[in-house]
């Protein structure tokens, strides 16, 4: 059965969406074609109509990662009175929530630590996407003179909370993950958000 354009990229979208918050919640090792597809209710065969490779759809799945990531973050940003929003970015990325659900959040803390071991091609879509992501957060929500101030700064943020994520979920003793998060959220709040 043949199908339409729009089913042929409606699948693909669906793939890449599933395997977005998958590579977040497990890593690429964790993921394999075969049980995502099963997941999908598609064909293992099927998902080579639509990838060359797995690392075809993890480079995909990467830009899709970050503009999910940017919309969670970005989200409390939308809710905060005027001249908080870069307070409740810091609170929403450091946040119990976050921590606990890595499939839902930043790409940057599920993942950085293993794109050292990918082809050139899925760093160069993380090198892009990890660019923009922090451009937009520079653009709109840190005070400097000049855009590269505002770029440079974006940097140590969201690497730091990226950072303090990680090692949040990493630890076992619930209270040292919550002294981390709180840490670091009062931390990144005194040094970003202090007028």
């Known amino acids: 059965m043949r199908y339409s354009v729009d089913h042929k990229n409606q699948t693909r979208e669906k793939i890449v969406r599933a395997a977005s918050r998958r590579f977040r919640s497990g890593g690429a090792k964790g993921v394999?074609?075969?049980d995502l597809m099963r997941e999908l209710r598609l064909t293992h065969?099927?998902?080579?109509?639509h990838f060359n490779s797995k690392e075809q759809l993890f480079a995909e799945a990467l830009r899709q990662s970050f503009e999910d990531g940017a919309v969670f973050i970005?989200?409390?940003a939308k809710n905060a009175p005027k001249g908080q929003e870069l307070k409740a970015i810091i609170e929403t990325y450091l946040s119990e929530y976050h921590c606990e659900h890595?499939?839902?959040?930043?790409?940057v803390s599920s993942?950085?630590?293993e794109m050292g071991y990918h082809p050139?091609?899925?760093?160069?879509?993380?090198?892009?996407?990890?660019s923009e992501y922090a451009s937009r957060l520079a653009s709109k929500y840190i005070s400097g003179k000049t855009e590269k101030e505002r770029f440079s700064k974006a940097l140590v943020?969201?690497?730091g909370m990226a950072g303090a994520i990680s090692c949040a979920r990493a630890v076992k003793d619930n209270n040292l993950r919550d002294t981390i998060l709180k840490s670091a959220r009062d931390s990144y709040i005194q040094a970003f958000c202090s007028a």
């Not at 065969?45 to 109509?49: A, D, E, I, Q, S």
């Not at 890595?102 to 790409?107: A, Y």
């Not at 050139?120 to 990890?130: G, I, L, N």
């Open 32 to 34: 394999a074609i075969s």
């Open 45 to 49: 065969g099927g998902f080579y109509k």
């Open 74 to 76: 970005l989200e409390g």
């Open 102 to 107: 890595p499939s839902e959040g930043c790409p």
């Open 111 to 113: 993942l950085a630590g």
């Open 120 to 130: 050139k091609a899925v760093r160069m879509a993380f090198d892009q996407a990890f």
């Open 157 to 159: 943020l969201f690497t």
